[in-house]
């Protein structure tokens, strides 16, 4: 996933976003206009900016609609009333996330140095 630095923030294109979640940017695009909270910046030639809030939004989004099957209505109403409760699920699920790749690599760095010290 390639990040821009902008004012000491990272943001993501609507590609790189649609690619996370594999589904189309119009998809993203589609989202964003019906549902208020997400609201990526844009920049003077038009092209979304999303922030690591924004991908979270898209993440509770997708894991509604996509992996729980709610309906758009059902989806806009639990984002407005419990939208801190799956951001905190999304935050711990990517943070398991992280440290499951940390731990993949280093057992597998920890292998291939166990691989070269036999004879």
Do not use: C
């Amino acid at each position: 996933m390639e990040e821009n630095k902008t004012n000491g923030k990272y943001y993501y294109s609507i590609g790189e976003v649609a690619k996370m979640f594999n589904v189309n940017t119009s998809t993203i695009r589609y989202w964003e206009r019906e549902f208020d909270v997400l609201r990526p910046r844009k920049n003077k030639k038009g092209n979304r900016l999303f922030t690591e809030r924004d991908v979270r939004y898209v993440h509770v989004i997708y894991q509604l609609l996509k992996v729980k099957g709610y309906t758009l209505a059902g989806a806009k109403t639990t984002l407005k009333e419990k939208f801190s409760d799956y951001e905190e699920r999304i935050i711990l699920l990517e943070t398991l996330d992280k440290t499951r790749n940390f731990l993949v690599g280093l057992d597998k760095s920890l292998a291939e140095k166990q691989k070269a010290l036999k004879p």
